[in-house]
Antibody, heavy 119, light 109 residues
Framework: QVQLQESGPGLVKPSETLSLTCTVS????????WNWIRQPAGKGLEWIGR???????NYNPSLKSRVTMSIDTSKNQFSLNLSSVTAADTAVYYC?????????????WGQGTLVIVSS | EIVLTQSPGTLSLSPGERATLSCRAS???????LAWYQQKPGQAPRLLIY???SRATGIPDRFSGSGSGTDFTLTISRLEPEDFAVYYC??????????FGGGTKVEIK
């Protein structure tokens, strides 16, 4: 059974960089899309971006200037960096795996990690 | 950017009733790239439907998806108590981007 687990600081200061890692177990990180999605409290889902196992990434245009994703296939991990954060970036951040190698619909999800941006 | 509009915002129904949820796109979406999710409070979303009409693994057959172009529908044929939740549609065809609709809450009447 594929499992994903987000890790990283739960509190980030304004203007700093939010860094999260997702560790994948129970399956290979190869040949899938790996997504980051976030959800502010009481609000809807926002797609942040995705990275393929080859390292090719696509980002939400509204966040593109601040987002970088990377993948480490040797560790079965992928990561999210979001720079110059503000209070508006406070949210639960989810990592997720695509159904297959051709889509970004997300079948397997981490439990989510709450990141608060505050001084 | 494709905008997804879900309606209604809230659907009040009783167990056993049929639920019909709508997702309308501002531009045509490839049917291969439309998904539906269910989310309960405090939980991660759960994939129900992908490719507009394919049920994900383990999803009961009371959930079905249909539609094409700009109009897509999620139907729950007979609501079970565990189906009361928020539902989101997602398009991922306008590569290289993706986005979600605003959600429909299905609540107990």
């Amino acid at each position: 059974q594929v499992q994903l687990q987000e890790s990283g600081p739960g509190l980030v200061k304004p203007s700093e960089t939010l860094s999260l890692t997702c560790t994948v177990s129970g399956g290979s990180i190869s040949s899938y899309y790996w997504n980051w999605i976030r959800q502010p409290a009481g609000k809807g889902l926002e797609w942040i971006g995705r990275i393929y196992s080859t390292g090719s990434a696509n980002y939400n245009p509204s966040l593109k200037s601040r987002v970088t994703m990377s993948i480490d296939t040797s560790k079965n991990q992928f990561s999210l960096n979001l720079s110059s954060v503000t209070a508006a970036d406070t949210a639960v951040y989810y990592c997720a795996r695509s159904v297959d190698s051709s889509s970004s619909s997300s079948q397997y999800w981490g439990q989510g990690t709450l990141v608060i941006v505050s001084s | 950017e494709i905008v997804l509009t879900q309606s209604p915002g809230t659907l009040s129904l009783s167990p056993g009733e049929r639920a019909t949820l709508s997702c309308r796109a501002s531009q045509s979406v490839s049917s291969s790239y439309l998904a539906w999710y269910q989310q309960k409070p405090g939980q991660a979303p759960r994939l129900l439907i992908y490719g507009a009409s394919s049920r994900a693994t383990g999803i009961p057959d009371r959930f079905s998806g249909s539609g094409s172009g700009t109009d897509f529908t999620l139907t729950i044929s007979r609501l079970e108590p565990e189906d009361f939740a928020v539902y989101y549609c997602q398009q991922y065809g306008s590569s290289p981007s993706s986005n979600f609709g605003g959600g429909t809450k299905v609540e107990i009447k």
